[in-house]
């Protein structure tokens, strides 16, 4: 049973800066491509930074510049650095993983609310 775990979400000020955690504990993580999606309320969840097995990162235009994905393949933990927040970053924060090669195989993390205001 996979189980993804954030972290690090909570209250920040304008300008501050955060760094989400996903851990996994998959022994296969590997081989599995890592997401971060936000929601914030009323609106649809969004994809906000991937970073591929091989470590590829790609992000939505919003955060380019202020936010880095990456991954630790010995921990098994996937991280979002989030610098320069904005009171639009407001949301619950979720995790995902997708299987490389088996598309059913994907799973969501229970989600970590980051909050940006003064």
């Known amino acids: 049973q996979v189980q993804l775990v954030e972290s690090g979400g909570g209250l920040v000020q304008p300008g501050g800066s955060l760094r989400l955690s996903c851990a996994t504990g998959?022994?296969?993580?590997?081989?599995?491509?890592m997401g971060w999606y936000r929601q914030a309320p009323g609106k649809q969840r969004e994809l906000v930074a991937h970073i591929s097995r091989g470590g590829i990162a790609n992000y939505t235009e919003s955060v380019k510049g202020r936010f880095t994905v990456s991954r630790d393949y010995a921990k098994m933990i996937v991280y979002l650095q989030m610098d320069s927040l904005k009171p639009e970053d407001t949301a619950v924060y979720y995790c995902h993983a997708q299987h490389a090669y088996l598309a059913p195989l994907t799973y969501w993390g229970q989600g970590t609310q980051v909050t940006v205001s003064s």
């Open positions: 998959m022994t296969t993580f590997m081989i599995y491509d």
